[in-house]
């Protein structure tokens, strides 16, 4: 499975949509810009996507809800220490309140990998946070044992960007 994001005017991706209604597409608005996710088997329908395979994955994406994209930049010598670590995860985030679903993304064209989630609400994503399942899933994170300690690993910091599901009409 593949998925591939391009941004754009919410004008522009809601037309993609039009013109592909045998596709999943999923559009999305952030605080500052607009995003159209292609989930597919195939190619994509953009012509300049970042291009992600999914590697780990649980739920079905909807157009509806709280998405929060964790992009993380790996080092081409961590990325089977990266991989192996979310192949091996609890799986504990899929039995939050509020849990839509999760895709880990293996970058196609950059360093980048996106750990997507999606939740029903901001507050269902809050509330994970603060969850003794978050606490678990996270709890080497600082150590000598977390992955944020193997500093080779990530060559720049990650970043979060969140969005809401625009859903069709």
């Known amino acids: 499975m593949n998925i591939f994001m391009t941004s754009g005017t919410p004008d522009f991706l809601h037309k993609l949509i039009d013109k592909n209604p045998g596709e999943t597409l999923i559009q999305l608005q952030g605080d500052d810009t ?18 992600y395979e999914v590697f780990e994955q649980s739920g079905m994406l909807t157009n509806e809800g709280y998405f ?11 990325r089977p220490v990266f991989e192996d670590r979310f192949k091996s995860r609890a799986g504990l985030i899929d039995k939050e309140p509020g849990f839509i679903a999760i895709r880990v993304l293996r970058p196609l064209n950059s360093d980048t990998y996106v750990v997507l989630t999606q939740w029903d609400n901001e507050k269902s994503f809050q509330d994970w946070q603060s969850s003794q399942a978050y606490n678990k899933a996270h709890e ?19 970043f979060v960007t969140k969005y809401i599901g625009q859903p069709e009409e």
Not at 68 to 78: K, L
Not at 141 to 157: I, V
């Open 140 to 158: 080497k994170r600082g150590t000598s044992q977390g992955l944020d300690h193997q500093k080779t690993m990530f060559p720049r910091s990650s």
């Open 34 to 51: 607009s995003l159209l996710i292609h989930e597919t088997a195939g190619s994509s329908i953009f012509t300049q996507p970042r291009s």
């Open 68 to 78: 929060v994209f964790n992009n993380i930049p790996v080092s081409d010598e961590g």
